[in-house]
C-alpha cells in the first residue's frame, strides 16, 4: 500500500470552491472545505469516515494546476494538507517557461 499518491495536471474545473462545496455537500461525513496555500481545498479526512474506506485527500487548484494529494486511509488530513501546501505546479518554480 503506498504511502502518498500526487497528481498534478491542467485545471480544467471551472470554480473550484463550488466543486469542492458540492462535493462536501454530497458527503459531509468526511468531506469538508478548507484552505491550503492560500486556495480553497477539497479536504476528505479518512479519520471522519464512517465506513473506513476512505484514503484521504486533498484536492486544489493553483496557477491553472489541479492537484491532488491522496493518502492510503492511515495518514492524518494534516499531514495531508501539509503535502499540498509544499506543492508548487511548474508555472510557478523558478525559471519555468
Request: charged share 15%.
Amino acid at each position: 500500500m503506498p504511502g502518498v499518491i500526487i497528481y498534478m495536471d491542467v485545471n480544467t474545473i471551472v470554480d473550484p470552491a463550488a466543486a469542492w462545496a458540492a462535493l462536501a455537500y454530497q458527503d459531509p461525513y468526511d468531506t469538508s472545505v478548507g484552505m491550503v496555500a492560500g486556495h480553497s481545498a477539497a479536504l476528505i479526512d479518512p479519520a471522519n469516515d464512517p465506513t473506513g474506506t476512505a484514503n484521504g485527500s486533498v484536492s486544489l487548484v493553483e496557477d491553472g494546476t489541479w492537484i491532488v494529494v491522496e493518502g492510503n486511509g492511515q495518514i492524518p488530513i494534516s499531514d495531508l494538507e501539509a503535502i499540498a501546501a509544499s506543492l508548487k505546479p511548474f508555472s510557478a518554480r523558478p525559471g519555468a517557461l
